[in-house]
């Protein structure tokens, strides 16, 4: 069996690594600083002390301190409805594997801890976008595709 440690702020550095695998990026790029602002946010919020936001990951079982793979998630308090009473949402994102540790179920591993951790906060339901390779592996553990259609809209900071 495959074991999904909870990521503390010692791994922020490989979580923005893998974020970096997810987008399809080298280990160098850094355009508009994303890596600066995504290390900040997970020093920040992976060290709350009661924390709405985790991280599961594996370890490459061959380099210290590397990981194969993580999962990362917060949960929300939105406004309760008839599907989800109490409102908590949990909201999976940043799930990315090492290319070189792929189909070993470490994927699968970080994913559930992190379900698991949503059911611990009291979550209702649990949200994510879905790649077409992520497709199976997400629909093997209960998601749905949903009929509402994901909108964004791009604000400028300026």
């Known amino acids: 069996m495959i074991n999904a440690?909870?990521?503390?702020?010692?791994?922020?550095?490989?979580?923005?690594?893998?974020?970096?695998?997810?987008?399809?990026?080298?280990?160098?790029?850094?355009?508009n600083g994303w890596r600066d602002?995504?290390?900040?946010?997970?020093?920040?919020?992976?060290?709350?002390?009661?924390?709405?936001?985790?991280?599961?990951?594996?370890?490459?079982?061959?380099?210290?301190?590397?990981?194969a793979a993580c999962a990362?998630?917060?949960?929300?308090?939105?406004?309760?409805?008839?599907?989800?009473?109490?409102?908590?949402?949990?909201?999976?994102?940043?799930?990315?594997?090492?290319?070189?540790?792929?189909r070993r179920g470490y994927a699968r591993a970080c994913t559930f801890a992190l379900i698991e951790w949503f059911r611990a906060q009291g979550a209702g339901m649990v949200d994510l976008r879905a790649s077409a390779d992520g497709l199976p592996l997400y629909t093997s553990q209960g998601f749905v595709l949903t009929a509402d259609p994901a909108m964004r809209l791009k604000l400028s900071n300026t």
Request: proline share 6%; aromatic share 4%.
């Open 72 to 102: 990362v998630g917060i949960v929300e308090e939105r406004l309760g409805g008839p599907r989800n009473p109490h409102g908590l949402v949990g909201y999976m994102f940043n799930v990315a594997t090492d290319p070189a540790h792929r």
């Open 5 to 31: 440690r909870r990521a503390t702020v010692d791994d922020a550095e490989e979580l923005v690594r893998l974020r970096g695998v997810l987008f399809g990026v080298d280990d160098d790029s850094d355009d």
């Open 37 to 67: 602002a995504a290390r900040g946010i997970l020093l920040r919020r992976l060290a709350e002390e009661k924390p709405s936001m985790a991280g599961f990951v594996v370890d490459q079982p061959d380099a210290g301190g590397r990981l």
